[in-house]
């Protein structure tokens, strides 16, 4: 099935195929998630029980669980092209409902068949996911000096220490744990399959954030956690290498979100200063108010045409090392240019963009953490840099 775009930017003109499957997400949005919205808000972000799987079974009736996993395992099959065309959709909701369709980290991708029916087909069935933990205390944006340690014992591993800002680490069936396996003077970054009910796992504290979003960001602590020579994934000594894939797509995922906010931000703003009446004119006339909505809409082009050429990198197979920081440049961009808007949309709606039932403020608060995680913005910047000097600066800007 062709995944061509053409011409690459208005939904309007994607390709029949892709114009489908926006259309089915874009539905799913509006009539499963968005509604939620101020029910989710009002309860700190999580939802009773019945109704999350509602949502699940909604997405997975919509056939948008899985996304890029292989149909054999549940999944889409989708194309980079296929999945960013859902996520602007799935970006367009607030209090991160979307978290709710069914999927997995991607270097489950990397699992053992055992590996791969334990962990990924149950979570892509909506029967519990994974968390990635990799931040420590005194290791955030230099993750190379994590501190806990994975000792080889008779029997496998013995895992020592401490995860921070864990997301999804209170809900997930597996976690996913970055550890340096101790050889000798070496320290080999390896990714373990940790299960949360195993014997000294303890999650020490559950903090509360800005945002209200489905699941919480829980601090673990592993004491002398054995676990099975199974438990490695994807080889000892390969964490950073599968690290940098990871980091890829969750990067092009945060400009693809930050895209759809921006998105439903104009639409709706758009919509209400046209109707709002002040001094006996349409705010909209008034160019206080009009020239910053022109401003977000170039913000949110300019942006959607970077995501969508590094969406086709990925499909295309470029140099992964290419895309890797045009995929920085994507997330720098777009998650500065959505909280740009959402500030925007909160002053064009007045006093309403500062209720919380308003997609302005929720968007305003929300949008604010896609400039730290995943790499805050200034590690963004170090990697542009390091293409520029390693690449070219032909290759990384065009
Ligand atoms: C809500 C939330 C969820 C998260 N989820 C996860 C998760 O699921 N798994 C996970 O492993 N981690 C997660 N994180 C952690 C996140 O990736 C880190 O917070 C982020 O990488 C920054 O690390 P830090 O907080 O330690 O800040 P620091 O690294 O201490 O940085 C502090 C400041 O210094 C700047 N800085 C640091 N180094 C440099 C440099 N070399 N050059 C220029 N400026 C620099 C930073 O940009 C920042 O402004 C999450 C964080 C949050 C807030």
């Not at 997400?25 to 101020?38: K, Q, T």
């Not at 945060?254 to 919509?271: S, V, Y």
Request: with cysteine.
């Amino acid at each position: 099935m062709s995944t061509t775009l053409v011409p690459p930017s208005p939904p309007n003109e994607l390709d029949p195929h892709l114009l489908e499957l926006q259309q089915r997400a874009g539905m799913f949005v509006e009539n499963v998630l968005v509604p939620l919205e101020s029910e989710a808000e009002e309860r700190g972000g999580a939802l009773p029980q019945d109704v999350i799987e509602h949502i699940k079974q909604e997405a997975i009736g919509a056939r948008l669980n899985g996304g890029r996993f292989a149909r054999e395992f549940g999944g889409q099959g989708w194309s980079m092209l296929e999945w960013f065309v859902v996520n602007e959709q799935f970006g367009r909701v607030t209090n991160g409902l979307h978290w709710h369709v069914p999927n997995a980290y991607n270097v489950l991708m990397q699992g053992t068949p055992e590996q791969i029916e334990r962990y990924l087909v149950p979570a892509l069935r909506g029967e519990g996911g994974d968390a990635y933990a990799v931040t420590e205390a005194e290791a955030g944006s230099d993750p190379g000096g994590i501190t806990t340690t994975a000792v080889a014992t008779d029997g496998g591993w013995s895992i020592d220490g401490e995860k921070w800002f864990v997301t999804s680490g209170d809900v997930a069936r597996v976690l996913i744990v970055m550890a340096n396996v101790v050889d000798g003077a070496d320290r080999l970054p390896t990714l373990f399959l940790v299960e949360p009910g195993a014997p000294g796992v303890e999650f020490v504290d559950n903090p509360k954030y800005t945002h209200n979003y489905p699941h919480g960001h829980p601090t673990i602590r592993f004491t002398n956690v054995e676990v099975g020579p199974e438990a490695v994934i994807g080889g000892v000594g390969n964490g950073e290498a599968l690290q940098r894939a990871w980091f890829t797509e969750e990067r092009l995922g945060i400009a693809t979100h930050g895209l759809g906010a921006m998105w439903r931000l104009l639409d709706e703003t758009t919509a209400w200063a046209l109707t709002r009446q002040q001094g006996g004119r349409r705010i909209m006339d008034y160019q206080g108010v009009s020239f910053p909505l022109a401003d977000s809409a170039t913000d949110a082009a300019l942006g959607r045409l970077l995501a969508l050429q590094v969406a086709s990198m990925v499909d295309g197979n470029a140099d992964p090392k290419l895309v890797h920081a045009k995929a920085s440049m994507a997330k720098l961009f777009v998650s500065e240019a959505a909280w740009r808007c959402a500030d925007r949309a909160v002053q064009v709606f007045g006093g309403r963009g500062y209720l919380r039932g308003n997609v302005a403020e929720r968007f305003l608060r929300e949008l604010r953490v896609d400039r730290i995680w995943e790499g805050t913005s200034e590690i963004q910047r170090l990697i542009i840099v390091r293409a520029l000097e390693r690449r070219g600066v032909e290759a990384t800007i065009h």
